[in-house]
């Protein structure tokens, strides 16, 4: 499972580089979501790797918290995963913006030659 | 530790979320309104920062700190979010809140009509500062930079026009580039240390195992890419004098904050984590910290020389000053001492205020120097070309004039535009000499070594902190010799509104010059309070106790 797990966190966040630093606006947008979904995953691997465990423990009584799985970094990928992609879809409204200004769908707003 | 603050401490949080949703309630069009709205937030926040500023100073003589603390939903202490008002962070807000009053006076001379919900992105954005530097949870972090970075994408675009959308369009990728590589940090940080609390983190770091602390070094060198970025440190500057050069100058003079909200960071958590006190980790980055600074002066310096356009000056100013500040940052975390801190915090008071004013300044001082274009009438008035209200993009159908329409003279904008250019190169008696005269002096005197020889990288950053204030001189001087003595005596229409916040502005200057002294002894203290990093740990950490007596209760 870690090896499969790291595999898509590198090609995600791999693709979601190369497509970033491409000069269409779209690629960057698209280039931006993969970077963010290897992200999230990313940070659900540093709460470790459980199988089948639960990460709420039950009320009353001692447990064994090696049994349940870290409830935090869940919540934290759900704060992250709401805000990219709120943030992700403002991007593309500035992006649909842009390309009907200037007619073109560079980031620059210009072609360039060559 | 007194409960001083009790929910005083939230209230610079609060009551800007609650003016910008209150303003949503209103119409777009009842604009007086939400000024008002503004108006009245902006003076509690005002008066709040004054109470906590003269709390954290303590009652227990010169010198002594108190560390606020405010437990969200009272969780015991390592666990839940907590926020830490200490003397950086109520220094701080100060500063945002004395900031936000001349912004939002500047936005009533007319900017605030030339789009939709200015006012509430204004006040969302003093909310997404001010938790920034209240917070003492790394991920809350994380949260309050979304607020105020999703908060000024908006006053970015604000005004339209494809050189802003251009310009936004950047702004908006850098940032989100920045905020993916925070949280690759913060999940490194979790992942070793197992908490996000920032002084749980600084208790940790010292008892990391080897195998962990390499991955922690890399968590701190990844947080710290990101806020170098947002700092505006070379290599990750460039961003910055198009965007807020593009933006309107009301949004400008609020963005000065957002750089040193960067480096505020850099600051806490530099001295906090990897501070004096951080076993093998100690002084980790601190290089990197040094070398950027005295990269970011130079490339500052040449920058403003080398661009014509006012508002693109004054972004390389902020670039100057967050890379004296940063390096100062560096020096200290090296064991430059506090005195140098010291002044670096009194200067950064000073040159982010003097910033935001030549912001505002920059538009009316610049208009009518634009190159002319061919679709501009003969004799068209800039001014009335800038209200006239906005056709496409869904602009709201009423009028955008001004509530005042008494001008000012040219000469007074001369003066304005002189003074600042003194502050911005450091000339006296403001507080840009004094405050680099503070660090000139720490880093000379503190850090004689033995050998009594001063280390190259030291006399370095004496030079470049001259240079950097002669390279703004110059270019400022240049500017203003052509702007306003070379005149051909057709002078623009410059409104009251417009120079009134810039007055302001100049008056807070001319406070600090002033009452030099007792600044000076607070931001020394400060730097003080932050070279010993143990003050805030145990200050946030000392309920821990308790904490711990309540599990084995649980356990037995």
Redesign the interface.
Known sequence: MELILALAIGVLVGSGVWLMLRPRSYQVIVGLCLLAYGVNLFIFAMGRLYVGAAPIMPKGGFVDPTAYADPLPQALVLTAIVISFATTALFLVVMIVSRGMTGTDHVDGKERLS | MSDFTSHLMILPIVIPILAGALMLFYDDRRRLTKLGIGLVAIFMLILISMELLSGVKGSSGPGSTVVGLYPLGNWPMPFGIVLVLDRLSAMMVMLTSLLALPSLIYAAAGWHGKGQHYHSMFQFLLAGVNGAFLTGDL?NL??FF?VM??AS?GLM?HG?G?ER??A???Y??IN??A??LF??G???V??TTGT?NMADIARAVPELPEAQRMLFHAAAAVLGVAYLAKAAAWPLCFWLPPTYGAASPPAAAIFAIMTKVGIYVILRLSLLVLGPEAGASAGFGAPVLIILGLATMTFGTFGILGTPDLGRKGGYLSIISSGTVLAAVGFAQAGGGAQMLGGALYYLIGSTAAISAFFLLAEPVSRGDEPPEEDLPEGSDAVAERWTAMTS?GAVEDTTDPYSERTVSWLAMGICFALIAAMLAGLPPLPGFIGKVAMLAGAVGDNIPASGRLPMILWIYVALLILSGLGALIALMRFGIRRFWAEDGRTPRILALEVVPVVILLAMIGLQTVRSESVMSYTRDTATALLSPSIYRNAVLAPVNSADALETE??R
């Open positions: 991920f994380f949260v979304e970075l999703a994408y675009l339209s494809p959308i251009r936004g369009l950047h908006i990728a989100l580039a905020s993916l949280l690759i913060a999940a490194l979790y992942g996000l993009l649980v356990a």
